[in-house]
């Protein structure tokens, strides 16, 4: 996952595609095998975390980007667990008076912030709260080629969601 200029961009929340939640805790798996055990007071839903997702995101001929509230955060405690390196974190700016009108026309507050950091670039955004609103703003505000996944934050990212990002990735080549 190099910085080249020419690789596409993954923008990665963790929430949802990374942390399934929404469903009853019994029913989401604690993972084993993670390179890095939880400690007493660390968070519990780091166990959901399935060291599987580190390879998979690796082998996509992209750079991963974390897209997350977790922030910087995200390096520390949940790229360790799967594997990954530390990776470019997208700082979010302060809320604005763009955002409350955004907010009323049902665009999500990140999709102008990932617009802007792709800097024209082509980019995939992983997240679970994706919309049409948002594939339509950016369509019309991005001018590169750009994959808004939607991920079913009560699964997370699954078989099929890589198979999409995957396929969708090798056709910009």
């Excluded at 799967?82 to 979010?92: R, T």
């Excluded at 024209?120 to 609103?133: K, M, N, Q, S, Y």
Aim: aromatic content about 8%; charged content about 25%.
């Amino acid at each position: 996952m190099t910085g080249s200029p020419q690789r596409p961009l993954l923008f990665l929340d963790v929430d949802g595609p990374l942390i399934p939640f929404g469903v009853a805790a019994e029913q989401y798996p604690a993972h084993a095998g993670c390179p890095e055990p939880l400690d007493a007071d660390a968070n519990p839903l780091l166990a959901r975390l399935d060291p599987g997702h580190g390879p998979r995101l690796a082998a996509l001929p992209c750079e991963v980007v974390w897209a997350t509230t977790w922030m910087a955060d995200a390096n520390e405690c949940i790229a360790p667990r799967i594997g990954l390196p530390q990776l470019p974190v997208v700082v979010w700016p302060e809320p604005s008076d763009i955002d409350e009108q955004d907010e009323r026309n049902g665009l999500h507050w990140k999709t102008r912030t990932l617009v802007e950091w792709a800097a024209g670039r082509p980019f995939v955004w992983v997240d679970d709260e994706i919309t049409d609103t948002d594939r339509a703003w950016v369509a019309a505000h991005h001018p590169a080629n750009a994959l808004l996944h939607r991920v079913d934050p009560r699964r997370g990212l699954t078989d099929h969601d890589y198979a999409a990002i995957g396929s969708w990735l090798r056709r910009l080549f």
